[in-house]
T-cell receptor, first 113, second 113 residues
């Protein structure tokens, strides 16, 4: 089955700097890759996602890149702000009926003022 | 906007009790999921359901069962609660079809004494 690894497990950056979180997956059939942000005490919320036929997607300060050949994808946050502090989860999913997601273990991002 | 509602935010039960965690979604989603979230381990899938009365085991089903009698409701049952089931439990739902995210509830923090 699918296995998703995520690095680093913790990340501290100064406000205004960029943050990068990397994930690798094992199943070449996976073709949808969402990223979730979970603030303390709150539900995980989707922040960006990418399909396997796309190499990069951007939404304001957040971008995701995908390398299908190497089976890895990354989340990039530019101009970080204190409210970006949270745990971030990547996930991989085949595009099949009833299939579920496999999540990475999470990255705790701290943005220092 | 999708709403996934979990019946309790916090729950305290005793070892050996039968525990019910309830989840309701209001978007007519076919697929529903139960995850367990523990520090450093990310989200681990317990069970999922892709239709009424249908269920599939996830990665860690031991000690749990589920019930889906109606499309909007998915219940997680701890048959005989044990202290190692103390955790955060998250419910999610998802429409069937390509490249769609899962939508999460707020979670239930369950403590087994």
């Amino acid at each position: 089955g699918e296995n998703v690894e995520q690095h680093p497990s913790t990340l501290s950056v100064q406000e205004g700097d960029s943050a990068v979180i990397k994930c690798t997956y094992s199943d070449s059939a996976s073709n949808y890759f969402p990223w979730y942000k979970q603030e303390l005490g709150k539900r995980p919320q989707l922040i960006i996602d990418i399909r396997s036929n796309v190499g990069e997607k951007k939404d304001q300060r957040i971008a995701v890149t995908l390398n299908k050949t190497a089976k890895h994808f990354s989340l990039h946050i530019t101009e970080t702000q204190p409210e970006d502090s949270a745990v971030y989860f990547c996930a991989a999913s085949p595009d099949n009926y009833g299939q579920n997601f496999v999540f990475g273990p999470g990255t705790r991002l701290s943005v220092l003022p | 906007d999708v709403k996934v509602t979990q019946s309790s935010r916090y729950l305290v039960k005793r070892t050996g009790e039968k525990v019910f965690l309830e989840c309701v979604q209001d978007m007519d989603h076919e697929n529903m999921f139960w995850y367990r979230q523990d520090p450093g381990l990310g989200l681990r899938l317990i069970y999922f359901s892709y239709d009424v009365k249908m269920k599939e085991k996830g990665d860690i089903p031991e000690g749990y069962s589920v019930s889906r009698e109606k499309k909007e409701r998915f219940s997680l049952i701890l048959e005989s609660a044990s202290t190692n089931q103390t955790s955060m439990y998250l419910c999610a739902s998802r429409v069937t079809g390509g490249h769609q995210p899962q939508h999460f509830g707020d979670g239930t923090r369950l403590s087994i004494l």
